[in-house]
């Protein structure tokens, strides 16, 4: 690991969407909750991903990757690779990144990919359960707790190891767009700074001790 002169963790956020999470993760580190890292990067797999914006409006550098264009998978995640390279970084965080990564990307960067998921895993995770289909499951299920999860990502679809957890109550009212608001405000753009910090802290104290 190269670090900054500040010695902090090199951060590059993934995304695909709105980017609120990526949002989150900004304003954290400009309040001081990340200060162990600092996000120099922001890729996503959607053009038209308004995160983009976010990553434009606060100075932050971006990059769009796109399978297809890529020609495939594999090139995909060797384009994704290269490109983390390129810009030296240190640890990835998937913010709402709706795309599953294989097998060479994770050993590339093992225990360091984390990922936001929004339910209280083992819950509702796991291949496709992604997004608002994460609330409609958990609704239909009726359960009357839901929260999320802040992981480890390894092999197995949202079966890293746990970071933190954070429970959210479902109100008999609740729609699958009401659910989704309230786990992200009450839940994920909470947890997903902190558990973001705890990694980037571990990663430059495991450097300084190699040192
Ligand atoms: C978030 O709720 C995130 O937890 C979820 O997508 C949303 C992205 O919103 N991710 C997954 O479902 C991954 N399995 P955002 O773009 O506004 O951060």
């Known amino acids: 690991m190269r ?4 010695e902090k963790a090199r951060i590059a956020v993934l995304v695909s969407g709105g980017g609120t999470n990526l949002q989150a993760l900004i304003d954290a580190e400009k309040a001081g909750i990340i200060k162990s890292g600092s996000i120099c990067l922001v890729i996503s797999n959607n053009r038209s991903a308004y995160a983009l914006e976010r990553a434009k409006n606060a100075g932050i550098k971006s990059a769009v990757v796109i399978a297809k264009e890529c020609g495939g998978r594999e090139a995909f995640e060797e384009k994704l690779i290269e490109t983390l390279e390129a810009e030296r970084i240190d640890m990835i965080v998937l913010a709402g990144f ?12 093992r225990d360091r990919i984390i990922n936001v998921h929004p339910s209280l895993i083992p819950s509702f995770c796991g291949q496709g ?7 409609e499951a958990a609704l239909e299920y009726g359960v009357k707790v839901t929260g999320a999860t802040v992981h ?3 092999e ?6 746990i970071i933190l957890q954070k429970a959210v109550a479902i109100r008999p009212t609740d729609t699958p ?3 989704q608001k309230r786990v992200m405000q009450q839940a994920e753009w909470k947890i997903l700074p902190r558990a973001c ?3 980037a802290k571990k990663l430059m104290k495991e450097e300084l001790d190699k040192r």
């Open 3 to 6: 670090k900054t002169e500040y």
């Open 129 to 135: 359960f992604y997004g608002l289909r994460v609330h």
């Open 98 to 109: 709706m795309s599953i990564l294989g097998e060479k990307f994770i050993s590339r960067f």
């Open 177 to 179: 767009e009401t659910l």
């Open 197 to 199: 910090e705890l990694v």
């Open 152 to 154: 480890y990502v390894n």
């Open 156 to 161: 197995i679809p949202d079966g890293g190891k």
